[in-house]
């Protein structure tokens, strides 16, 4: 396994809400995670799990009015990112953290050529002017593989393939050399094949870099390869956090296990023709039933599930947070 440096990033007890006509949505409650330096961090759950907002809270994105971050910490190299102001955050998002989402035209102008994207950024933060940083940006379309790129970087998003325009993407937000990149289902329009480029050119990019990379996906078959850690949420939780090679081994969460028995495994001989679906679909957040959340879906609930909330189980280097394993971990 790789060595990871130090924390860069930590997130304490994070709750994000939605006041919305139904009541409060509780779309992130209670997250807690920490990010090492180096370290590609997989945040995997259904949709509705709450995995965008989390990362839209980190940048404080979430829109307000109807959202607001209701509590916790988020600390980035020991400094609360909620305590400073909009400047700050401006700062942090142009050169510190930075994010990659799952159509590429919510972050490219379809107006500009993507040479004078990239290069705009790059004035920005590295105070180039713009005949440098235009010759910058190709060289950085080459080096994530876009094909001749002296001649296509002037040319405009809409002339580029979707694997392309998700290149452009990720070339424009390392331009700054972030500590952190968030990848928010980054492929998951893409064709498999091209899927598995993107996959592994943000891994080549974290190796050479020491950047650390969120990877956010309702596909566990995309983070098995590129991940060192998981979380898996549901309903806005964190539900079992471990190393990668731990988690596929040994799931412990029913609702891990019942997501790694959705995934298509090549590791088992002839394949599994019938993939398995966890029954019945996510709670409601805004009136979220008392004890475990996934326990109407649980075919391994037992009577406590129903009435108190399950607590976080500690074990050496994972964590889950189920009723099964309160006898067998530190409870914190
Ligand atoms: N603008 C919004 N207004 C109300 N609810 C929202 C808004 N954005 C997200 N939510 C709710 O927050 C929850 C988590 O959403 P999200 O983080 O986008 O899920 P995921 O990324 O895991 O698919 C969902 O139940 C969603 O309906
Ligand atoms: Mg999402």
């Known amino acids: ?11 304490r007890n994070l709750s994000t809400v939605f006041d919305t006509e139904y009541g409060v949505v509780k779309a992130v409650d209670g997250v807690s995670f920490d990010l090492r330096r180096g370290e590609t961090l997989g945040i995997v759950g259904e949709s509705g799990s709450g995995k ?21 910490e988020i600390l980035f190299k020991g400094r609360n ?16 953290i930075s994010m990659i989402f799952q159509d590429p035209m919510t972050s490219l102008n379809p107006l500009l050529r993507v040479s004078l994207q990239i290069a705009e950024a790059l004035q920005l933060h590295h105070g180039l002017d713009r005949k440098a940083a235009e010759r910058k940006a190709v060289e950085l379309l080459t080096s994530i593989g876009i094909p001749d790129a002296e001649t296509r970087a002037y040319e405009y998003p809409h002339q580029y393939s979707g694997g392309m325009r998700q290149r452009a993407m990720i070339a424009m937000a390392i331009s700054c050399g972030p ?15 091209i899927q598995a480029q993107i996959l592994e050119l943000i891994k080549s990019l974290s190796a050479e870099k020491t ?16 991940c060192d850690t998981i979380c898996v949420m549901y309903a806005g939780r964190i539900v079992e956090k471990a190393p ?8 412990r969460h029913p609702y891990t296990r019942g997501l790694l028995d959705s995934v298509p495994r090549v590791d088992l001989a002839g394949g599994r ?16 039933p008392p004890g475990c959340p996934f326990r109407p879906r649980c075919d391994k609930a037992m009577e406590i599930c129903g009435q108190k909330a399950p607590p976080e189980v500690g074990f050496e280097d994972r964590t889950v947070v189920c009723w099964l394993h309160a006898q067998e971990g530190k409870i914190s």
Request: proline share 8%.
């Open 1 to 11: 396994m790789k060595t990871l440096g130090e924390t860069i990033l930590s997130v």
């Open 52 to 72: 965008s907002v989390t990362n839209l809270s980190l940048l404080r994105l979430v829109p307000e009015p109807p959202g607001r971050i209701a509590s916790g």
């Open 81 to 96: 990112l909620l305590e400073g102001d909009e400047e700050d955050m401006r700062l942090v998002r142009g050169s510190n």
């Open 179 to 193: 500590d952190i990149l968030i990848a928010d289902e980054p492929t998951t329009a893409l064709d498999v094949t």
């Open 211 to 226: 950047m650390s990379v969120i990877m956010i996906t309702h596909d566990l078959g995309v983070v098995a390869g590129i």
């Open 244 to 251: 990668v090679d731990e988690l596929f081994a040994d799931p």
């Open 273 to 288: 023709r019938r993939l398995y679906s966890i029954p019945g679909s996510p709670p409601d957040l805004v009136d979220l």
